[in-house]
């Protein structure tokens, strides 16, 4: 596969993807230096938030270390390099939240829904698309569940309310790189080609990396990751190791490998409150094809009722449940639960 020259913009994860095994607890000084130490190793885009989005702050979906706004004002003005997007999904944040967004200094606005309701994002692109500059990107969650000539017509709905970028988004980390392929490939063919394509992995089958790789040969040109994998379910696809592989094959990110390993190892290794990994329940994750920001409710559960959390990420599987959907999580257990005599 020759990608020698070929140019990738990445996208750190860890202060919005690594809000959720931080159980949205990064505090603002953390966010500052880490985000800071990116922007000096050259990592051109950062995304900044709860880990659900704007607009996440919530008992369904956890409570932060600060708001939305103060991450945002602190890191912002922080940058002499790096742009910052912010993530909404409609639905959780509003258009109010997304012009508090703007006013912070965000160049980039990532409108997530899931795969089959491009719809919903009608209202937030047009808007985003409107402000002048804004680079307004739409991200189709939970890819996996359809197929690429279904995706393709979501995509295109995105585009056609005006994202300059869309994602195809590997939420449960399920996808093998033909399936990357497949769809990226259709998208590249199929879109306008002067709208970029974007891929966001979970390493729960330890795919991330390939699975990017596959992206990029099928004509993506953005590329999400996360120091060390710091991230929902096994985590993001680890950037630095990502970075490290672009240098081996020639494809140009711009960032300089070593300090991203030294950002990875010297400050969000440090800050995971347990081992971000492919540990069993990550692994189910992405064998069953379960949306990754699950794995703690389902852990939660698990031991509130005496279940196995493996069995419970199955079943959320063999259901098709989606982003969204975690209050279903306690519901399941306690069915389970009664079912199985653990109560
Ligand atoms: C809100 C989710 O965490 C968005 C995301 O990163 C994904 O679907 O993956
Ligand atoms: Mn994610």
Request: hydrophobic share 45%.
């Amino acid at each position: 596969m020759d990608l020698k020259g070929k140019k990738v913009t990445v996208h750190d994860m860890c202060l919005r993807d690594g809000m959720h095994p931080k159980r949205h607890q990064i505090t603002v000084e953390e966010m500052v230096t880490i985000s800071k130490a990116m922007d000096e190793a050259g990592v051109p885009l950062i995304e900044v938030t709860h880990g659900d989005g704007l607009g996440g702050t919530s008992v369904n979906y956890g409570f932060p270390a600060a708001s939305d706004e103060e991450y945002l004002t602190a890191v912002c003005k922080e940058m002499k390099n790096a742009k910052v997007s912010a993530l909404l999904l409609p639905g959780i944040g509003t258009v109010d939240h997304l012009k508090m967004a703007v006013d912070c200094g965000i160049s980039t606005i990532r409108v997530a829904t899931h795969c089959t309701e491009a719809d919903v994002s009608e209202q937030h692109i047009t808007m985003a698309a409107g402000i002048g500059g804004l680079d307004t990107v739409g991200f189709l969650m939970m890819a996996h569940m359809i197929e690429p000539e279904d995706l393709l017509v979501q995509l295109k709905l995105m585009e056609e309310y005006g994202a300059n970028c869309v994602y195809i988004t590997d939420s449960a980390g399920y996808m093998l790189p033909d399936d990357v392929t497949a769809r990226v490939a259709l998208a590249r063919a199929e879109l306008n080609p002067e709208t970029e394509i974007g891929f966001h992995g979970h390493h729960n089958l330890a795919m991330g990396v390939a699975n990017s790789i596959a992206a990029v040969a099928a004509g993506a040109n953005r590329i999400d990751g996360s120091m060390a994998g710091l991230g929902a379910g096994a985590g993001n696809t680890p950037l630095e190791v990502f970075i490290a592989v672009c240098d081996r094959m020639g494809i140009q990110t711009g960032v300089d490998t070593f300090k991203v390993m030294d950002i990875a190892e010297d400050l969000i290794v440090p800050l995971m409150d347990h081992m971000v990994r492919v540990d069993r329940d990550a692994l189910a994750l992405g064998y069953a094809g379960v949306y990754s920001s699950f794995l703690l409710f389902a852990k939660r559960a698990a031991e509130k009722y005496n279940l196995s959390s493996r069995d419970i990420l199955l079943e959320l599987g063999r259901r098709r449940t989606v982003g969204g959907q975690e209050d279903m999580i306690e519901d399941l257990a306690l069915d389970m639960a009664k079912e199985h005599g653990t109560i």
